[in-house]
C-alpha cells in the first residue's frame, strides 16, 4: 500500500492503482464552478477540456488519469484553484464564442505562422481591444482570432469583384461597404484560422473529439449562427416544424462525418433530421423542380413576347396575365443565387430587367410550405416554423428579404391572419456547418445512419432539382424541360458536357425547332461582372437567350457554408456525386415530377398561373438610391 493525498484526505491505495480508478472509488465526480448552456450537448464522458483534475501541480484530464498510476505522495485534487482557474477559462470561452478552448489553444499554432510570415506579433494580437462587426444576418467578423493574413480582402476584391472589405492598420480587417457586401461567404473560406491545423486533428482523434459539436475551429470570418432559435422551435409544443435542404447539402455534408469528399449521403441526412424531430423532412430539391416550371415557362414566354416563337405553336396553358407580367427583355437572367442578385441590384441595377422573376427554390419552397401543404395538413401556418439549411450564408439574407412573406399575404387576402401577425416564408438559414454542429449537438453520427426517404407532398424530386447544386446545372435542368415544351420532342441527350465543367464562364447552343439558342453560364463574381458588363454595352452576351450567374466558384457545392476544406479538390468531388446522384434517379425532368404535378393539378392551376405569381415570382431592388 501507498500513502495518496486526495481533496486534502490521506488515503492508503494499492499499487498499480490508477487516479482514475481511484477518484470513481471513492465517490468523487469531474466537479464545474458553475453551469453553461452548452453543457447539454457535450456528449463525450471523458471531456477533455472538462473532466479535468490537478496531480501534483499539473492538469491532467480524464482520459490520461487512466494510464497514470498512483506514487507515494502523490497529491491529487479535483476542486483546487488551479482547477477552477482553468475549467472557469474553459467555461467562459466555449460559452462567449461556441468553441472548445482546447481546439482553439491548438489552432493558434495557424497564428504562430501567421507570426512568421510578418502578419501579425502575438504579443501585440494579445492587446488588440477592436469591436466585431457584423454584416447582417449573414457574416461576423471576430478581430481577436484574426491574423491579419487579408486573404479574406483579396478574396473579394479579385474572385467576388465586390470590394466590401478593406484594411485598416489601426483595426485590421474591416467592412468598408456594408451596402456592398453580397454575404457570399467566399471570405470565409479564405480564414486560414478555420481551417483545421494537423495537430487539432490528432489531437481530436486522440481524444474522441471527432463528433463534438465544438471541436471545429472557428474563423476570424464565420455566419452569423442560428442554431439556438432552431432547437428552440423544435422543443416548443406549440410550433410545427418543417425542414427543407439544399441539392448541394447531400453531397457535401458526409465530409463533416469523415465521409470520402462528394459521397451522396441524402438517405443518411433524412433519417438524422428526423432523429432530430422535425415535424416533417421535405426537400428543397423539390421546390428547385418547381423553379424550373416557372423560370422555364417565364423563357418560354419571354421568347414569345420577342417574337422568336409563335405561342400557337407551343402546347403550353398561358392566360393573358402571365403574358402581361413577363419581362421580354433578353437574355434572361437566372434568379436563384442570392448573392449573385444582391451583387446585380448593388452593382448593376439597371439590368434588373433581365433576372427571372422566379424565386430561389428556397423561397418556393417557404410559401408552398405554408399555403398548400399547410391547408392539406390542417396545419396553422402561424405555427409553422420553416427551417432551411443551405450552403450558402447569402440565404440568410435573403429569407429576410421584406419581399419575402408571400405566404403571409395569401392567408390575409383570405381573412385568416391580420396584419400584426405578418410572418416570413422561411423562418430560419443554417448552414451546412451549422446542420453538421447541429447533429453533434444532439449526438447524432450522420455516417452510421440508415437510409431513409423524404415524407410525401413536398419531398420528391427529380435529377434536374439535383444538379441545381453545381454551375451549370440551373441551366441544363431549365433547357431538358423548355425544350420538351417548345419542341414538343424528347431531347435526344439531357447533359450538356459544355456547362457541367468548372470554366468560370462556359457557352452552349441548342437548336429549337430551327432556331439557334445561344445560352451561358458564369460562376464566381468575377466572372458575373464579365458579362454584365458585355450585356450593358451590347456587347456578344446581348444576343444570348439565357444566362446563368452564380455567385460562388463552383456554384452552390462551393457557397461560403459549406464544410473546409472547399477547394479545387472538393468541388470536384462534390460536382462529379451531383451528375452521380442524376444519372441514377429514376425521372430526370423537374416537369415529370409527381408531386410538383400535383401541385398544380390541386392549387396552383398552371406555371405562371395568377397564384403562382403571386407566390413563386417576386421583384429586385435598385440599391444603388
Request: overall charge negative; glycine content about 8%.
Amino acid at each position: 500500500m501507498i500513502q495518496v493525498n486526495l481533496d486534502g484526505a490521506s488515503l492508503s491505495v494499492e499499487e498499480g492503482t490508477t487516479v482514475y480508478e481511484l477518484i470513481k472509488k471513492e465517490g468523487k465526480d469531474f466537479w464545474l464552478p458553475f453551469e453553461i448552456p452548452q453543457l447539454e450537448f457535450i456528449h463525450h464522458p471523458e471531456c477533455p477540456a472538462l473532466k479535468i483534475v490537478e496531480v501534483d501541480g499539473r492538469i491532467v484530464p480524464a482520459k490520461m488519469l487512466k494510464g497514470l498510476t498512483v506514487k507515494e505522495g502523490m497529491k491529487i485534487n479535483t476542486q483546487s484553484d488551479l482547477v477552477k482557474e482553468k475549467l472557469t477559462e474553459r467555461l467562459n470561452w466555449l460559452k462567449e464564442n461556441d468553441e472548445c478552448y482546447l481546439i482553439r489553444e491548438l489552432q493558434e499554432i495557424v497564428a504562430v505562422e501567421g507570426e512568421n510570415a510578418g502578419f501579425i506579433t502575438l504579443e501585440e494580437r494579445a492587446k488588440w481591444e477592436i469591436e466585431p462587426w457584423e454584416s447582417l444576418p449573414s457574416i461576423r467578423h471576430n478581430p481577436k482570432i484574426c491574423i491579419r493574413c487579408k486573404g479574406c480582402i483579396e478574396t473579394c476584391r479579385d474572385v467576388q469583384a465586390v470590394e466590401a472589405l478593406t484594411f485598416d492598420e489601426e483595426k485590421g480587417i474591416i467592412l468598408a461597404d456594408d451596402v456592398k457586401c453580397t454575404r457570399c461567404g467566399q471570405c470565409i473560406h479564405t480564414c486560414p484560422m478555420a481551417k483545421e491545423a494537423g495537430l487539432v486533428t490528432t489531437f481530436k482523434k486522440n481524444f474522441g473529439c471527432e463528433l463534438c459539436a465544438y471541436s471545429k475551429p472557428i474563423g476570424a470570418l464565420s455566419e452569423i449562427p442560428n442554431l439556438n432559435e432552431v432547437v428552440e422551435a423544435l422543443r416548443d409544443p406549440e410550433k410545427f416544424v418543417v425542414v427543407e435542404f439544399a441539392p448541394a447539402l447531400r453531397v457535401s455534408i458526409g465530409e463533416e462525418f469523415g465521409l470520402p469528399y462528394g459521397t451522396i449521403a441524402v438517405g443518411k441526412l433524412y433519417a438524422a433530421l428526423r432523429k432530430i424531430g422535425f415535424d416533417r423532412i421535405w426537400d428543397t430539391n423539390f421546390a428547385a423542380d418547381l423553379t424550373i416550371m416557372e423560370e422555364g415557362t417565364e423563357l418560354v414566354l419571354r421568347l414569345v413576347k420577342a417574337g422568336v416563337i409563335d405561342l400557337k405553336d407551343l402546347s403550353l396553358e398561358v392566360d393573358e396575365h402571365a403574358l402581361e407580367q413577363v419581362n421580354k427583355a433578353l437574355p434572361q437572367f437566372t434568379s436563384c443565387s442570392p448573392g449573385w442578385i444582391k451583387y446585380l441590384e448593388t452593382f448593376y441595377p439597371e439590368l434588373i430587367p433581365y433576372v427571372s422573376s422566379a424565386k430561389s427554390p428556397q423561397q418556393m419552397f417557404g410559401a408552398i410550405a405554408k399555403t398548400f401543404a399547410a391547408e392539406k395538413l390542417g396545419i396553422d401556418p402561424r405555427k409553422m416554423v420553416v427551417v432551411s439549411i443551405m450552403p450558402c450564408t447569402a440565404k440568410k439574407f435573403e429569407s429576410k428579404r421584406e419581399e419575402m412573406c408571400d405566404a403571409f399575404n395569401y392567408w390575409k387576402e383570405k381573412g385568416k391572419v391580420s396584419e400584426n401577425e405578418k410572418f416570413y416564408d422561411v423562418d430560419y438559414v443554417i448552414t451546412t456547418r451549422e446542420a453538421a454542429k447541429l447533429f453533434k449537438m444532439f449526438g447524432i453520427n450522420l455516417a452510421e445512419l440508415p437510409d431513409e426517404g423524404p415524407d410525401p407532398l413536398i419531398g420528391q424530386y427529380t435529377g434536374a432539382a439535383t444538379i441545381f447544386g453545381r454551375t451549370g446545372g440551373v441551366m441544363e435542368a431549365a433547357l431538358r424541360t423548355a425544350y420538351e415544351i417548345i419542341t414538343g420532342k424528347t431531347l435526344p441527350k439531357l447533359e450538356f458536357e459544355d456547362l457541367a465543367t468548372l470554366e468560370g464562364i462556359k457557352v452552349a447552343s441548342i437548336n429549337l425547332n430551327g432556331k439557334e439558342i445561344k445560352v451561358a453560364v458564369a460562376h464566381g463574381l468575377s466572372n458575373a461582372r464579365k458579362i454584365c458588363e458585355d450585356v450593358k454595352n451590347g456587347g456578344e452576351f446581348a444576343s444570348y437567350t439565357f444566362i446563368e450567374f452564380m455567385a460562388c466558384p463552383g456554384g452552390c457545392i462551393g457557397g461560403g457554408g459549406q464544410p473546409e476544406p472547399t477547394n479545387i479538390e472538393t468541388l470536384q468531388a462534390r460536382l462529379a456525386a451531383l451528375n452521380k446522384h442524376d444519372h441514377e434517379l429514376p425521372i430526370r425532368k423537374s416537369h415529370e415530377n409527381p408531386e410538383i404535378k400535383q401541385l398544380y393539378a390541386e392549387f396552383l392551376g398552371h406555371p405562371m398561373s395568377h397564384l403562382a405569381h403571386n407566390l413563386l415570382h417576386t421583384h429586385y431592388v435598385d440599391r444603388t438610391k
